[in-house]
């Protein structure tokens, strides 16, 4: 059992890079600074790495990390800490994957809230080890949260891009698949990409020259606009991603909802209980943002409530699993994978990655 653990660790030190990456989206305002120089492996021995006994179950653990996916979270979390859930809960919540990760692989957490693509990564690299996976996605927990924001009325369309330039954070990470993706699609050629390390500096571009175009993720977008009323949303990557992909069923994805198989196949259901209870606070958050916004400044996702109730709406919050998840999360792993293989850990998942 060590030596899988060993090999699930090195699979971990393989894919850090594209991580951090991704981790990058799910920061938000109000949260700490990510350290990208430091992976958090560097103290980190091997030998040291043995899974949890999960024979008895007094709680479950539940890893996510700071941004939109852990909003849908939250009411789950004010129940769980006035004990009114059906089961005992324990949440931790991380501001970068590197932090977070190494929980999911030694077995010290049963679910974790994730980067879609992330993920993907986990899956393979650990089957590329030789190592039966212990990955399964159980659920969708968050659909796109990426916003075109200008105070430029003349962009109103991809095709309004053409000659433009637009700033962004992370060559070679999510947001830039899917913006290259669309771009492709709809023959957008002439665009010149800004890089930038975080999405703040983009919002202070935003802030200094209304007439810039900035991608950004929630709740950076709503707060750009907030802070400089020049600035809106000129385009919803939900709406684009459906228009170039008709009928396919596929979404543009941000978080999904993982478990250890082997906690699913020993615990089936108190993680049906659990997916339950997240559905369930995911509809709350939706359908009460005022009420959710003072639990996701008091979780720390969100600095300021007005900030958060403006978010919520476009953090496009959503429970998907079964078939639905299935069919969502692998057309949109697909694009990413005809991007750069490298992004969903070299392969796309099979059948057994997808709980149903």
């Known amino acids: 059992m060590k030596k899988k653990w060993i090999l699930l660790f090195m699979a971990f030190t393989l894919m850090l890079t594209l ?63 006035k004990n009114e859930t059906e089961t005992s809960y324990e949440f931790v919540m991380e501001t970068a994957a590197d932090a977070l990760l190494p929980m999911v692989l030694k077995g010290e957490v049963d679910i974790a809230l994730v980067p879609a693509n992330v993920a993907s990564v986990l899956y393979n690299k650990t089957l590329a080890m030789d190592v039966e996976s212990d990955i399964v996605v159980i659920d969708i927990n968050t659909l796109g949260v990426l916003y075109l924001v200008t105070g430029n009325g003349a962009v109103s369309t991809m095709k309004d891009l ?15 698949y899917v913006l290259n993706y669309l ?69 543009l994805v941000t978080g999904v909802t993982i478990a250890r198989k082997t906690f699913v196949e020993e615990h089936s259901e108190l993680v049906k209980q659990f997916m339950t209870e997240h559905r369930e606070s995911i509809e709350y958050v939706n359908a009460n943002p005022k009420e959710a916004a003072a639990l996701v400044v008091k979780a720390g996702i969100v600095e300021k409530e007005p900030i958060a109730e403006k978010a919520i709406p476009g953090c496009n919050l ?37 709980y149903e």
Do not use: H, R
Request: net charge negative.
């Open 183 to 251: 771009l492709t699609e709809n023959q957008v050629e002439d665009v010149t990409l800004e890089y930038k390390s975080e999405a703040a500096e983009v919002a202070a571009i935003l802030k200094e020259n209304p007439e810039a175009i900035g991608l950004l993720p929630q709740p950076f977008a709503t707060a750009a606009c907030m802070q400089n009323e020049s600035l809106s949303v000129a385009l919803d990557f939900n709406k684009e991603w459906a228009a170039v992909q008709g009928e396919s069923g596929s979404s």
């Open 162 to 176: 053409e000659g433009k330039t637009i700033y962004l954070t992370g060559k070679g990470t999510t947001p830039d």
């Open 318 to 354: 959503a429970y998907l699993d079964g078939a639905d998840m299935k069919q969502a999360l692998s057309g949109y792993l697909e694009v990413l994978y005809n991007q750069n293989p490298d992004s969903v850990g070299g392969a796309l998942p099979d059948n057994e990655f997808y």
């Open 19 to 81: 991580l951090i990456g991704c981790a990058k989206t799910e920061t938000e305002q109000g949260a700490a600074k990510e350290d990208t120089e430091n992976t958090g492996t560097e103290n980190l021995e091997t030998e040291d790495i043995e899974t949890v006994d999960t024979d008895t179950v007094d709680k479950v653990v539940v890893a996510s990390l700071k941004g939109p996916t852990s909003m849908g979270l939250v009411a789950l979390m004010d129940k769980a800490e």
